[in-house]
């Protein structure tokens, strides 16, 4: 009887087991989803799938990150503008930060951080998503050439960007239009009249 007992013992040990494999799995598949939604957005689809809510806060700390490379503000002061606290900023924008020996932060020249702009193309402004200050910057100096040459018809700022393009988060090039005809066309439209390229402001 012993011996059947003892038997008797070992499936249920073996269900035991396999219960405890999958709670750790449900707990894996949890942990996982629960960093996904943490996580920084690194594609336009990803930053879709976003709450609004966050997708407010993400542009505060892209602003935040801006202001600070481009007027040497601090962190507490740039912050305080945007309506976020520092910590969030620190929190999300972690990768375009460098903290400093006195503990105090400051942007670096550049970051991968994603962003949603608008671009020209032939049928008018496109909302994009790009990796990166560096393709922002590039758009920014296209945008200003592209608004004094609507206002003045001064085009020859326009012709340093006659084969360069803007690479998406998905690695597709788009073009910088240099085509006056096109340009002008869409500028009688109104359709480049706005005062961020930005898809969303902060």
């Known amino acids: 009887m012993e011996t059947k007992n003892h038997?008797?013992?070992k499936p249920e040990k073996a269900d035991a087991r396999e219960v405890s494999?999958?709670?750790?799995a449900k707990l894996a598949m949890r942990k996982k989803r629960s960093k996904a939604k943490l996580a920084a957005p690194r594609t336009e689809a990803e930053y879709s799938a976003k709450p609004e809510r966050f997708k407010d806060t993400w542009d505060r700390v892209l602003?935040?990150?801006s202001k600070m490379r481009r007027e040497k503000v601090s962190l507490t002061q740039a912050s305080r503008n945007a309506g976020i606290s520092p910590r969030t900023v620190t929190r999300w924008g972690k990768a375009a930060l460098q903290k400093q020996m006195n503990g105090k932060y400051v942007a670096k020249k550049s970051d991968n951080l994603l962003r949603l702009?608008?671009?020209p193309t032939p049928d008018g402004p496109r909302d994009i998503a790009v990796k990166g200050s560096k393709q922002v910057t590039l758009l920014a100096e296209y945008w200003n050439s592209l608004h004094r040459y609507l206002q003045t018809g001064?085009?020859?700022?326009?012709k340093k960007f006659q084969g360069k393009h803007i690479r998406d988060a998905n690695g597709v090039d788009i073009p910088l239009s240099v085509d006056l005809s096109a340009l002008n066309r869409l500028g009688s439209a109104g359709v480049l009249s706005f005062e961020s390229l930005y898809a969303r402001t902060t």
């Open 63 to 65: 602003g935040v990150v």
């Open 117 to 119: 702009v608008m671009i």
């Open 154 to 158: 001064d085009s020859s700022s326009l």
């Open 21 to 24: 494999k999958k709670q750790k």
């Open 7 to 9: 038997k008797r013992k």
